[in-house]
């Protein structure tokens, strides 16, 4: 092989930080070895615009097996009408998903960002934004939760064609059948964005959306461990205008070599060995959570139900989030800064972050093994002297020793 050399260098630097540090984005995951030779498959030279028996080009065959294989996979995981593997990534399957069902300037509900939504739930410089009318829901100012009843206060007034629940940064259980009685009210239809809580909702982790909403869309590569890309389930009446929307309307060729990584994914999912771990995730985030709070990092809305933790590292700290995320990053801690609902601080600056425990579960870490990454992160955030820190750094070292990831990848 020969790869760039400047390519080769920052692809080994970058195995090794992922090797060595202690990963906490709670959107990020470590996929198996079988999807990362899908990813980087041959799959990648096929053009194959249009659907499985119905493509503009020739020489679909093979494609169409994984393709059909993978969306059989997706309904009889999700228990969903249709399922729809070719969106490039979670923005594009909204961005389909609006498409599909909207006109330009309809009104939607959906969550504000600060309280936990996504830039493709309405923010104004994002298409959504610009393109449709949003009203947002925030979460109640005392149980930092969804405040079911303000949300149908304002679906009543507003009147939305579409609400959209799901979150990019929301650690409770969220409650479709309320959503969906809610968009009944005003013959709403109901999308709900599952993201982040995927793999959780495959498994019976988390209640699922699909028997409630019009539309599910979801990432593939969070706590569902896929490829990275997109994927849209919906009822069957939605089936035709949301494979239009994808291809031709918002799409070309799909990228089939993403689509069969994202099949593979669905084949571990549909295994006892994930339901094991998607209940571990949950185990880890919660005793992890706890741990935290007594480090006096103030977990929102009071700890966590998924795989998820927003953390305000204002109120007893001190610190911005952004200093938070700085003095984790030095000893070897990813994290993101993030918003707490009502942030006096500006996005690139906040009052909190956020972590999960998806990929360092993937890792094989257990609860007691995050308790002690809350207490790492606890000496870190509140004793920032350099022989602190440089004793800290030892310690994350030996953790990441200890969990090993991709020892068999050479580059
Ligand atoms: C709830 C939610 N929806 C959509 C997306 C967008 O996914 P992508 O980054 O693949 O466009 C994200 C990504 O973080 C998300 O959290």
Redesign the pocket.
């Known amino acids: 092989m020969n790869i760039n050399k400047k390519i080769l260098d920052s692809l080994k630097k970058e195995l090794h930080r992922q090797q060595n540090h202690i990963e906490l984005i709670a959107?990020e995951n470590y996929v198996s070895e079988e999807i990362l030779a899908l990813s980087g498959s041959i799959l990648t030279n096929k053009y194959a615009e249009g659907y499985p028996g119905k493509r503009y080009y020739g020489g679909c065959l093979y494609i169409d097996e994984i393709e059909t294989f993978g969306i059989e996979l997706a309904k009889k995981i999700f228990k969903a009408d249709h399922a729809n593997l070719q969106p490039?990534?979670?923005?594009?399957?909204?961005e389909a998903a609006y498409r599909a069902v909207l006109q330009s300037g309809d009104k939607i509900v959906s969550m504000s960002l600060d309280a936990g939504?996504?830039?493709?739930?309405g923010y104004p410089i994002n298409f959504s934004g610009n393109t449709y009318n949003f009203k947002f829901y925030g979460v109640d100012s005392i149980t930092e939760m969804i405040d079911y009843e303000e949300v149908e206060r304002i679906v009543l007034e507003f009147k939305p064609k579409l609400i959209v629940a799901?979150?990019?940064?929301y650690s409770k259980i969220i409650d479709f059948k309320k959503f969906k009685e809610i968009a009944d009210k005003v013959g709403a239809l109901l999308m709900v964005?599952?993201?982040?809580i995927a793999g959780l909702i495959a498994k019976g982790v988390h209640p699922s959306p699909v028997e409630y909403a019009d539309i599910v869309?979801?990432?593939t590569?969070?706590t569902l461990r896929g490829a990275?890309?997109?994927m849209i389930l919906c009822k069957k009446e939605f089936a035709k205008k949301i494979d239009s929307a994808v291809f031709p309307g918002t799409q070309g060729g799909p990228l089939e070599n993403q689509i069969a990584g994202k099949v593979q994914a669905l084949c571990e999912v549909d295994t006892k060995e994930f339901e094991i771990y998607a209940k571990q995730i949950v185990k880890n985030a919660k005793a992890f959570s706890e741990q935290l709070q007594k480090e006096g990092l103030r977990p929102i809305a009071g700890g966590t139900d998924n795989h998820l933790i927003n953390l305000d590292v204002k109120t007893n700290l001190n610190l911005t989030g952004k200093q938070a995320e700085i003095i984790l990053e030095s000893i070897g801690i990813v994290t993101n800064k993030n918003m707490i609902p009502n942030d006096k601080e500006k996005p690139m600056i906040t009052s909190g972050i956020r972590v999960g425990t998806p990929a360092m579960t993937t890792r094989g870490m257990k609860e007691d093994d995050f308790i002690e990454v809350a207490k790492i992160i606890g000496s870190a955030l509140k004793n920032q002297s350099s022989e602190n820190l440089d004793q800290l750094k030892i310690r994350v070292n030996q953790i990441c020793q200890k969990f090993p990831i991709y020892n068999n990848i050479k580059y």
């Open positions: 959107s490039h990534s979670g923005s594009q399957a909204n939504g996504h830039l493709t739930h799901g979150a990019s940064s964005d599952m993201a982040h869309t979801t990432t590569h969070k990275r890309g997109g």
